[in-house]
């Protein structure tokens, strides 16, 4: 299994950016895939998981009307659309694949920066 | 939402001791909590899924029990590589949470 982030960077508040993972090594269409972040020096935070077809998502209370995931399962590709972003949505964000929900093979990470 | 509370916050033992970590749920859970393991750089691993199922590759030394509101993991013998960061991780309701972490340093 293989899972690499990309699209993070420096970004000012109130700014978009628009997360990729490119996953490698399963069946992608058959798990659904989560975001997780780590804001600097603290713990993991679960931010959106969507569903294998892409039919059903679910959001963080702290992201929900600001973020969007969604999926390509011909690309085996998995994408995080980040509007509005804030200070305190700087963070690592992770790639994940799940199993019922426990994410169980992890990207290397993305970092996002939200500042002016 | 379910809040994870871990204990101890930092624990300090020594190579070949029993290390004993603890996760208690606000409200349960049922099975559906896992355990993770976070070194320096790297990103986490899953160590026990469905609190007592050992995720592929895991060493056996490495343990989880409980159901309900109140679960442990638990390394028999501490090898070098163990000390790391370690959070449990809910899957009962929406929103999935984590725990706040705990901390296993060397004595």
């Known amino acids: 299994v293989q899972l690499l982030e990309s699209g993070g960077g420096l970004v000012q508040p109130g700014g978009s950016l628009r997360l990729s993972c490119a996953a490698s090594g399963f069946i992608f269409s058959d798990h659904a895939m989560a975001w997780v972040r780590q804001a600097p020096g603290n713990g993991l935070e679960w931010v959106s998981t969507?569903?294998?077809?892409?039919?059903?998502?679910f959001y963080s209370d702290s992201v929900k009307g600001r973020f969007t995931i969604s999926r390509d399962n011909s690309k085996s590709a998995l994408y995080l659309q980040m509007n509005s972003l804030r200070a305190e949505d700087t963070a690592l964000y992770y790639c994940?694949?799940?199993?019922?929900?426990?994410?169980?093979?992890w990207g290397q990470g993305t970092l996002v920066t939200v500042s002016s | 939402e379910i809040v994870l509370t871990q204990s101890p916050a930092t624990l300090s033992l020594s190579p070949g001791e029993r290390a004993t970590l603890s996760c208690r749920a606000s409200q349960s859970v049922r099975s559906y909590l896992a355990w993770y393991q976070q070194k320096p750089g790297q990103a986490p691993r899953l160590l026990i899924y469905d609190a007592s199922n050992r995720a592929t590759g895991i060493p056996a030394r490495f343990s989880g029990s409980g159901s309900g509101t109140d679960f442990t993991l638990t390394i028999s013998s501490l090898e070098p590589e163990d000390f790391a960061v370690y959070y449990c991780?809910?899957?009962?309701?929406?929103?999935?949470?984590f725990g706040q972490g705990t901390r296993l340093q060397i004595k």
């Open positions: 991780q809910q899957r009962s309701s929406w929103p999935i949470t």
């Open positions: 994940a694949k799940t199993a019922s929900n426990h994410p169980d093979y």
């Open positions: 969507v569903s294998s077809t892409g039919d059903n998502t």
